[in-house]
């Protein structure tokens, strides 16, 4: 799926995430988070858990996957972003 995710990005905008170190393992972990906790329940990267301050960490990524995308997109493709400061809370259980 991250080879084919490369390919897209690559035919469509003529950038890669590979590009960018940092953003393409954020993308990586994310992946793995996400499809951790759909399929089993647990968020994990590898064999580690995602803490509080890793998920924090993948959202960041995430916003900043976002705003190294968004320039590549054909305008009416952009969209308006909200500049009020969003407060994200995360309840984690023991």
């Given at each position: 799926m991250d080879e084919?995710?490369?390919?897209?990005?690559?035919?469509?905008?003529?950038r890669s995430l590979k590009e960018e170190p940092v953003l393409w393992e954020g993308y990586r972990n994310l992946r793995?988070?996400?499809?951790?906790?759909?399929?089993?329940?647990r968020a994990v990267i590898?064999?580690?858990e995602v803490s509080l301050e890793k998920a924090k960490d993948l959202l960041a990524k995430a916003n900043s996957i976002v705003d190294?995308?968004?320039?590549s997109l054909p305008a009416?493709?952009?969209?308006?972003?909200e500049?009020?400061?969003?407060?994200?809370e995360l309840l984690v259980q023991p």
């Open positions: 084919r995710f490369d390919v897209l990005l690559r035919a469509t905008l003529g793995a988070a996400r499809n951790s906790f759909a399929h089993a329940g590898g064999t580690t190294w995308l968004e320039p009416d493709f952009q969209w308006p972003r500049r009020t400061p969003v407060t994200i």
